[in-house]
Structures are given as C-alpha cells and as structure tokens.
C-alpha cells in the first residue's frame, strides 16, 4: 500500500509537472479573418502569416478565414471565432461601416481584435495597423499626372463601393487631381472593378471603346485593377506606354510590369502590415512581457515605433516601386 501511495504521488506529480509545461507552452490561437483569397495581395497576407517568428518557432497558430467579398459572412466568422475561444483576432474587413460588428462580437467575447490594411468605423478595436490610404491614393494619382504633364483625361477604377479603401484612396486620387491647374485634368470615368483585374479588363474594354482615343491616365486604387487595364489596352491592340498606368500594392505581376516600364505601383507591405499585427494581437495575449518576433519592426525602425506594442494604430509606410527596387521585393516572396 505504501509502494502503491508513493507510486501515485509520483504519478501525480508527473502529470502536474506535464500539465504545467503544457501551460507554458500552450499555443496562442489567432483567427485571421481575410475578406477574400482571390487576390495575390491577400495570399501574401497569409504566406506572411504563416511565417512570422512566433508561428514557426510554434508559439503561436494562425487560422485563415476567407470572408469570400461579403461582409455579413465575415461577420458570422467573427462569430465563430468567438464560439471557438479564440486568443486574438485579426481582420481585414471588406466593408467600412458594415464589418464594425467584427469588432463588437469580438470585445464582447472578450477577445483582442486587431484591424489591419483598412480601416473600420469604430475605435473599439485594440489597435488598426495600416498604411494611410489617403497617401497611398495621392502618391499613385501623382505619379499618373507627372507622366501627363497634369493635363489631358483620366479614369480612375474604385475599389469596392463603401470599403476603406475606396473611400481613403479616391481622397488622395482626388488631392493627386486638385494640384494640378484648375480645369487641366478631367476625370472622365469613375467606376468600381471590386479590386478584380477581370472585372477591370472588362471595365477598360467598354471605356475604350466609349472615350476612343481620349483616355491619357488610368488610376487603378490597386494593382490587380490596374493590370487588368493594362491587358484591355494591349487586347486593343495600343501601345500601353502611350498611357500612364498606376496602381497600388506591389502584387508580383506589377513589380514586373514596372520593370518592363508599364506602370508605377506604390509597395503596401504586406509583411510589415501583418507580421506587425501578429505581434501587437501576441502582446495583448500574452502581457508585458512579450517582445515584438517580426524584423518588420527594425525594417521601420525610424518611421513605425513599436511603443510597447499597445498604440492604438500603427502606420506602416509606403514604398514607391522602381525598376531599381523590384527585383529585390520579388527576391523576398520566392
């Protein structure tokens, strides 16, 4: 009985010790809620994901949720994010006003939520991580114009209607147009392609035909957009140079239409804004003692300070893509 007693303190012992460890080492669970998957730019969101320091050295597992362009759906997958007991949650809302409730659902379950590459209308987030869109918007507009001359025609193609997106960058579109001569540079078609290049080819195919020959600048509020331009003009049998293309993101097919002088693209960081978001949703875990993983923060040392990992938003800068600087940002996906 003696043996048998001991043998069970023993026992007990072990399993107290194997559980605490287990404790210690349990995994912070991240739902990653995307509004769609059909764009390179939200894959490299995920590829970046699943490569932040914390998630490889096992300390934390990241789950993707595609909200498939509609924001109740994404509403419902905050949902069962929360059912699930979730640690953190990290969205990028589809809608502005409607995918509030992410946030709502989220605080309720007690739960941290990070928004990020948009934003929401609501402060009740933990933190927003983004690049400012209204920047974002005026530097491609700019770069349209300078090729232009700020004078001649121009059609912008929207992102989807009542999305941050659409909303912050065609301010900046519209800052890029208002500095250059009053009444030198016409807008004449505005019109969303939802961030599709298929539903922009078809866009740019009927404004080609409908404005022949008066078209001179494409704005495209993001590079899937703008490429889908690029292929209704060469289809036409025009010369793509003779137009002055520019989207945002710095998608792989972009980079190298920059190359080959098609376009300009301004680089959002896909790394930078969700590895960031990664570490900021782990601190709101796991306490102070938690230290930033991702080397996004040392790559903007000077410009996005890390602030103990609780600011209330976080802006990761824009880069204008070169030809000079595209090989090195497509040698970073590979």
């Not at 460890?21 to 490299?44: D, H, P, T």
Request: neutral net charge; contains cysteine.
């Amino acid at each position: 009985m003696k043996k048998f007693l001991l043998a069970c303190c023993a026992l007990g012992f072990l399993v107290c010790s194997t559980a605490g460890i287990a404790a210690e080492a349990k995994k912070v669970r991240i739902a990653l809620l995307i509004y769609g998957m059909k764009a390179e730019f939200s894959q490299l969101m995920q590829h970046y994901a699943m490569l932040h320091p914390a998630v490889t050295k096992g300390l934390a597992e990241v789950t993707l949720y595609d909200g498939r362009y509609d924001a109740a759906v994404q509403n419902d997958q905050a949902r069962m994010a929360a059912i699930s007991k979730f640690d953190a949650v990290l969205v990028v809302p589809f809608d502005f006003e409607a995918n509030v409730d992410v946030v709502k659902i989220s605080k309720d379950a007690k739960i941290p939520v990070v928004v990020f590459n948009a934003m929401l209308d609501t402060k009740d987030m933990d933190a927003n991580v983004q690049s400012n869109d209204v920047v974002g918007g005026y530097l491609e507009g700019k770069a349209v114009l300078a090729k232009m001359g700020c004078k001649g025609n121009v059609v912008i193609i929207e992102g989807p209607k009542g999305g941050s997106g659409e909303i912050q960058r065609g301010k900046g579109n519209e800052q890029a147009i208002a500095e250059c001569p009053k009444g030198a540079v016409t807008v004449l078609e505005r019109k969303t392609a939802n961030w599709s290049r298929a539903e922009a080819l078809d866009l740019m195919q009927n404004w080609l035909s409908k404005d022949k020959g008066k078209i001179q600048g494409i704005i495209g509020q993001n590079d899937e957009m703008a490429l889908g331009a690029i292929e209704a003009v060469k289809a036409a049998g025009l010369n793509v140079k003779d137009f002055s293309i520019a989207g945002i993101d710095g998608v792989s097919d972009a980079l190298n239409s920059v190359k080959a002088g098609e376009m300009t693209s301004i680089l959002q960081d896909a790394k930078a804004l969700t590895q960031a978001s990664i570490d900021i949703a782990m601190r709101r875990v796991k306490g102070p003692d938690y230290k930033p993983m991702s080397p996004v923060w040392e790559q903007y040392a000077n410009t996005m300070k890390w602030d103990d990992g609780m600011a209330a938003f976080y802006d990761v800068p824009w880069t204008v893509v070169t030809p000079e600087n595209a090989d090195a940002l497509l040698k970073d996906r590979q």
